[in-house]
């Protein structure tokens, strides 16, 4: 006696948007109006109570995890740098004093840069359908939008990580609008920078460049994630700002530590040192 086949992806359980469906249908009464009654998964207010962070820390890693894989995207080149820093001949909105308004117009220059290096990996991604080598940065202003930006130049996909902050971040034009997604934590966001990234080139920038360069050294130094260029781009910013070799001589770093990253100047020499290390 022969059986008929299973249709694939056959589900025999209902769809749970019928359901949410059905309830927005029912009679208004009290009883349907209460919180109570509404579906757990369709409940807003308590999705967002203290006790279901667990969930939505849950959600925040899934469903960007599905939307690049959905999209085919296998590997990904990192952009981190300051929102703040603008482009060339363009406004220097954030300064507060003359002196900052002097050195956010001189550091404009690496806007260009990663305009430029995005450029770069963009056209490789190109050569392998655009599912390697995708510009990620983190959507907003500044550097993000130059790398952004440099992806559309030449007709490739981007990815953009926003996060909801109080100030200066909202998803710059050149995203990809469906690789644009959108954060709450700032932890599942960074594991989202890193879960696919081939290289790693970090502009100038404030606390959160910085927060996300040391984090991703401090997972590369552990052996938590495998050895990847990461680039310092602009000599003069990085060795007025940190000085790795101090940490050598205290002790607190062993001197090889140095050797996990490479300061550069340029788009093209920064490029070079990826093409390099991977033989592209």
């Not at 757990?40 to 995890?65: M, N, S, V, Y």
């Not at 700002?241 to 205290?250: G, H, K, P, Y």
Request: aromatic share 8%.
């Amino acid at each position: 006696m022969s059986s008929t086949p299973i249709e694939k992806h056959h589900n025999p359980l209902k769809h749970s948007g019928e359901d949410r469906e059905r309830v927005r249908k029912v009679p208004d009464t009290p009883q349907t109006r209460a919180p109570a009654y509404k579906l757990a998964f369709d409940d807003q207010d308590f999705l967002c109570k203290e006790e279901t962070r667990p969930i939505r820390l849950q959600l925040e890693l899934l469903k960007p995890e599905m939307v690049l894989t959905e999209a085919g995207i296998e590997s990904t080149v990192v952009l981190f740098g300051g929102a703040r820093i603008p482009e060339p001949g363009g406004e220097a909105w954030a300064a507060k004093t003359p002196i900052a308004r002097k050195n956010l117009e001189e550091n404009s220059k690496y806007y260009e840069e990663a305009r430029q290096f995005a450029q770069m990996a963009s056209l490789e991604s190109l050569k392998k359908d655009g599912k390697e080598y995708v510009v990620v940065t983190g959507g907003g202003p500044g550097v993000m939008e130059a790398g952004n930006r440099g992806a559309q130049d030449v007709n490739a996909h981007s990815i953009g990580l926003n996060i909801v902050l109080p100030h200066e971040q909202a998803p710059n034009k050149y995203v990809t609008p469906e690789l644009c997604l959108n954060f709450h934590y700032f932890a599942i966001r960074k594991m989202h920078f890193l879960m696919r990234a081939r290289a790693v080139a970090v502009f100038p920038g404030g606390f959160g460049t910085l927060d996300e360069f040391f984090e991703t050294l401090t997972l590369i130094q552990t052996g938590r994630m495998e050895r990847i260029p990461v680039l310092l781009f602009g000599q003069k910013f990085w060795e007025r700002v940190i000085n790795i070799e101090a940490l050598v001589e205290e002790g607190t770093v062993s001197p090889e530590d140095i050797d996990l990253f490479k300061i550069v100047d340029s788009a093209k020499e920064g490029w070079k040192i990826i093409a390099d290390h991977y033989g592209l």
